[in-house]
Nanobody, 122 residues
């Protein structure tokens, strides 16, 4: 599975960005997630979605501001990020899991995209 993330950029606090992750190379029948890594910090879970799109989960820090969705026809996953804060600044990685729903743990994800930089200025 190859994953290509895009949509990052520089935005002012309070603004919005929409990240996309295009998947190829295998049937798109697995859970997907977004993780992020800020400078000097460990990578952390952001959001996950199951194969059908009917189940989602979010880190407490982004709940109510971010929305994960997927389009199984286009084999893409999106992360709509609203009300962005400077602490959201990080490299955002999409990941593909090994099952229908892969949850919050990094070890459940076998495939990773290269990451896209999100910078939120105050």
């Amino acid at each position: 599975v190859q994953l290509q993330a895009s949509g990052g950029g520089l935005v002012q606090a309070g603004g919005s960005l929409r990240l996309s992750c295009a998947a190829s190379g295998r049937t798109f029948s697995y859970g997907m997630a977004w993780f992020r890594q800020a400078p000097g910090k460990e990578r952390e879970f952001v959001a996950t979605i199951n194969w059908s799109g009917g189940s989602t989960d979010y880190a407490n820090s982004v709940k109510g501001r971010f929305t994960i969705s997927r389009d199984n026809v286009k084999n893409t996953v999106h992360l709509q990020m609203n009300s962005l804060k400077p602490e959201d600044t990080a490299v955002y990685h999409c990941a593909a899991g090994r099952s229908y729903y892969s949850g919050r743990l990094e070890r459940n994800y076998d495939y990773w995209g290269q990451g896209t930089q999100v910078t939120v200025s105050s």
